[in-house]
């Protein structure tokens, strides 16, 4: 656990959200990274390195949710996951 | 976390067919919402004695409260239940009420609160109402742990991602165990000290195998490997080897972990390769049942050692059991 921990807001903007394939694309970025790492929706709160847990936040079209880390590289991972949401997981549509 | 509630029209949807309520009248504007786990029982505020019921709870009135109101005159009727059924009360139910008198019937109808009626008795009501409201008003939590049923004991397997909670689960359900929940348990604390766990809902029956993926342990191993939902009773939490961190070695301290302010026994099992982890995990469970039961088998060796010395007894052979 780093010293500092870091959140960013972030919309999911695909139309089919977190599914599975993006999902697991989220899991392979953010596993990449030594810090914490987890996706906040509402009340719930998972871990981004886990894949059933981020489809467990079913987040659809338009959900909001908050990136937050902790650990050494916390800046680069919430950049390369915000980025990745933002780029739509760079699926084609 | 913010408070939960429960509108109205779940309950009806939830409980109605089997606590047979029956709307008296309309709901007048907004789904009301349940706010409160307790159920009011207003003998005292409809006389006019106590204050006002709580905001968001549920009334309940039984035989003696309608054989109060049936003796009263019309008049006198509609003010007592305009004591009780006030705009912030989310709904009255009347219970023993299969046959009610015209005159209850219009002073009911015309409150401003939702009222309802059920032929059932007013403690058969109350019972099966507020351990609904229980556990739909409880605190909830999603937790990273991997929940299992071994030999009925509910074990949560806690630890960095990667350490192998899945695995773990995979190799207990084919031992016969029962998988509740991989990798995001949805829990809720139920009053007073009850934690209840269950999978997110698109993840049911599901577990993530590294080099895998998700496999599905319902059509593989079927019914039998799997359970809705479980109480959680030990956390046991998957550890990392680590050579210089001190090991509980005696089992003499029991460690606890606190989940939405409900405290478990906590083990922590490190991890080395080769070592099944599977197999430890049923003798958690099956010592933690032992210990309920009321036996302690690390305090009984305790007990059994201090003994020896002080009776200052020997250990010795038997002479005619030598081979």
Request: charged fraction near 25%; charge should be negative.
């Amino acid at each position: 656990m780093g010293l500092y921990m870091i959140e960013r807001d972030v919309k999911i903007i695909n139309k089919l959200g977190l599914h599975l394939r993006a999902a697991a694309a989220l899991v392979q970025t953010a596993s990449g990274f030594a810090s914490d790492i987890h996706l906040r929706k509402d009340d719930m709160e998972v871990d981004a390195k886990s894949i059933m847990g981020v489809l467990g936040l079913e987040a659809g079209q338009g959900t909001h949710l908050k990136v937050i880390a902790s650990g050494s590289d916390e800046e680069d991972a919430v950049r390369a996951i915000v980025g990745l949401i933002e780029a739509k997981f760079n699926e084609e549509e | 976390m913010k408070a939960k509630q429960i509108p109205l029209s779940q309950i009806i949807n939830d409980c109605g067919d089997f606590l047979h309520l029956r709307a008296l009248n309309e709901i007048r504007g907004s789904d009301p919402n349940i706010e409160r786990s307790d159920i009011g029982i207003p003998s005292l505020s409809m006389v006019g004695l106590g204050p006002p019921p709580p905001r968001g709870q549920i009334q309940l009135l039984g035989k003696q409260e309608l054989t109060y109101l049936e003796g009263l005159s019309l008049e006198d009727c509609t003010k007592a239940v305009e004591n009780i059924s006030k705009l912030d009360v989310p709904c009255v139910i009347l219970t023993s009420a299969e046959k009610l008198s015209g005159k209850l019937v219009d002073v009911f109808s015309a409150s401003p609160a939702p009222v309802m009626t059920s032929d059932l008795s007013m403690s058969q009501v109350f019972q099966y109402l507020s351990s609904y409201l229980e556990v739909e008003l409880a605190p909830e939590t999603t937790i990273n742990g991997t929940l299992v049923d071994v030999y009925g004991v509910g074990i949560l397997l806690r630890g960095p991602s990667g350490i192998g909670k899945s695995e773990c689960a995979l190799d207990l359900v084919e031992r016969g165990h029962r998988l509740v929940a991989d990798d995001a348990v949805k829990t809720i604390g139920k009053p007073p000290g009850i934690l209840i766990g269950r999978s997110v809902a698109p993840l049911q029956n599901y577990v993530e195998v590294r080099g895998i993926g998700l496999i599905d342990i319902g059509s593989i191993y079927g019914i039998r490997a799997l359970r809705r939902q479980k109480r959680i009773e030990i956390e046991v939490n998957l550890t990392p080897w680590d050579e210089t961190k001190l090991q509980d070695r005696s089992g003499l301290e029991t460690r606890k972990a606190e989940i939405l302010g409900i405290s478990i026994p906590s083990v922590a099992v490190p991890l080395v390769p080769g070592k099944s982890i599977s197999v430890i995990v049923e003798v958690i469970a099956l010592s933690h049942t032992l210990k309920s039961y009321g036996y302690d088998a690390t305090a009984e060796l305790d007990r059994r050692w201090l003994e020896r010395i002080k009776t200052k007894a020997r250990t010795s052979f038997e002479p005619r059991d030598t081979e």
